[in-house]
């Protein structure tokens, strides 16, 4: 494991730990997504970010969002990246990775 994951894995579980006792609001769920998509766990990251977007919309930001895609990537899920690059860029029009990104994603789904 790389150092800066084992950094990322430290400070979600840190900020897991503080809002355990507390009710579960859209950043516990951003941060649980990033430590379980820091684990390797790709399906389980992508339900806890969808979940921190349905309790609270507007902390879909375009970085989330781009997060989001990349592990849909990951998981072969092209269409529903292809989704969150075009929020993402809705979003941040000035940002070129998104539309990179959402190419490469776009080029992918070809593949299957």
Known sequence: MKISNIVL???CVGALLLTACE???AKYYVDSG???YSNGNNNK???EFK???EIEPQIAD???L???AQVSEKESRFS???EFYNKSIEMNPDYPDSYYNRAWAIKNGKKQ
Request: a positive charge; glycine letters at 0%.
């Open 9 to 11: 894995t430290i400070a």
């Open 66 to 68: 781009n997060v989001c």
């Open 45 to 47: 990251a992508l339900k």
């Open 62 to 64: 375009f970085w989330l």
């Open 23 to 25: 009710k579960k609001d």
């Open 51 to 53: 979940k921190a977007i």
């Open 34 to 36: 990033y430590l379980s």
């Open 80 to 82: 529903e990246a292809i």
